[in-house]
């Protein structure tokens, strides 16, 4: 047998260790267009974090997401999974590495949803007892309970269905997911949820992950690292959400990212970040915990008409005081 990442070694969480993914000047040109969909995209993943293709409709992201899994040929450049190009690799191999999850879900209708989990591991030739683990294993993580595993899609909620694709994708404990708009077809308050359960997920089975949304405020919530592409498939930015919104590349990314860039800034840094230095002495004022986003506890002030707030840590001992003021400097991007 050729050397195989399907035999790589467990990682401490008990899943497969994660790997890298590069993009170098990956480049897909449509036959009989003119210009390219994807142009010269480089950038790097580094293991284990989540990177967000964002921008808007047609500009490249399905096109630069399929290119990783060979569902769409590289017109020109590479892209190299776990430092290994993609193009010399087997097809059937590398897509046993890769979970996908694919816009509408494309769950089996016809099949449970105990057998939709275990579609991979099937073709992987798995025994009974190992797949029957891992469906119980999958459903647990996602938390439905043992006894949904003899429904059939139609029988699920939306959000329900969305997660089982999630659990689909992670069946045969791939290292690198591929998820595009995964959460795309679910009305907002579902989609927090979802997005919040995602992120748990993730912190346990650390795996790296490209993820496709066009909602930038999806991506800012879910994204290690953001790129943002504009049409003609050109990379404005890559860069981690509070660097975006803090310093936008060109005016394309400026406008992307929104008029309230500064409030979306302070959703992404708590008050436990904020050096201890830069807080007034503690008295009086609402008691504010230092885990609390500074956008959240702006609207805390701003709501109570107080101009600062009594910082506690997680003992409920006071360590000094934030204001209104200070907050309103740190979204302008001045540093305490
Ligand atoms: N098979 C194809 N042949 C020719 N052009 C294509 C093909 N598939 C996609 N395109 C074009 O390539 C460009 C990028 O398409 P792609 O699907 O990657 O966009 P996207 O960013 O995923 O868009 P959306 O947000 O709408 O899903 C578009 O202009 C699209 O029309
Ligand atoms: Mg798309």
Not at 46 to 52: K, R, S
Not at 238 to 266: I, Q, S
Request: proline letters at 6%; charged letters at 25%; one cysteine or more.
């Amino acid at each position: 047998m050729t050397r195989s990442d399907t035999a790589q070694p467990e990682g401490p969480s008990g899943y497969r260790e994660a790997i890298d993914l590069e993009f170098a000047a990956a480049t897909k040109q449509y036959a009989g267009t003119d210009s390219p969909a994807v142009d010269a995209l480089s950038l790097k993943v580094p293991a284990g974090e989540i990177c967000v293709l964002v921008g808007p409709s047609g500009c490249g992201k399905t096109t630069a997401m399929r290119m990783v899994n060979r569902m769409i040929d590289i017109t020109s450049g590479d892209i190299l999974v776990g430092g290994r190009s993609v193009k010399d690799r087997d097809v059937d191999d590398l897509r046993r590495e890769i979970g996908y999850v694919i816009q509408q879900i494309g769950l089996f209708p016809h099949r449970t949803i105990g057998d939709n989990i275990a579609t991979v591991p099937r073709l992987l030739g798995w025994d009974k007892h190992r797949i029957n683990a891992r469906v119980e294993e999958l459903l647990d993580l996602i938390d439905l309970p043992p006894e949904m595993r003899k429904r059939y899609p139609a029988q699920l909620s939306g959000g329900q269905r969305q997660r089982v694709g999630v659990a689909r994708a992670l069946a045969a404990d791939p290292p690198l997911m591929l998820m595009d708009e995964p959460f795309g077809a679910i009305d907002p308050i579902n989609r927090d949820r979802l997005q919040n359960e995602f992120l748990r997920l993730q912190a346990v089975v650390k795996k790296t992950i490209v993820f496709v949304t066009h909602d930038i405020d999806e991506a800012i919530k879910m994204g290690d690292r953001i790129a943002i592409l504009q049409v003609g498939g050109k990379l404005a930015q890559y860069a981690p959400p509070a660097e975006l919104l803090l310093n936008p590349a060109n005016a394309f990314v400026d406008d992307f990212v929104g008029a309230d860039r500064a409030l979306k800034r302070l959703s992404l840094i708590r008050v436990s970040e904020i050096p201890r230095s830069a807080l007034g002495n503690a008295n009086g004022g609402i008691e504010i915990p230092d885990d609390t986003p500074l956008r959240t506890a702006l609207s805390e002030l701003l709501g109570r008409g107080e101009l600062h707030g009594r910082v506690v840590d997680e003992h409920g001992e006071a360590v000094g005081s934030l204001s209104v003021d200070a907050i309103a400097r740190l979204a302008a991007g001045e540093r305490l």
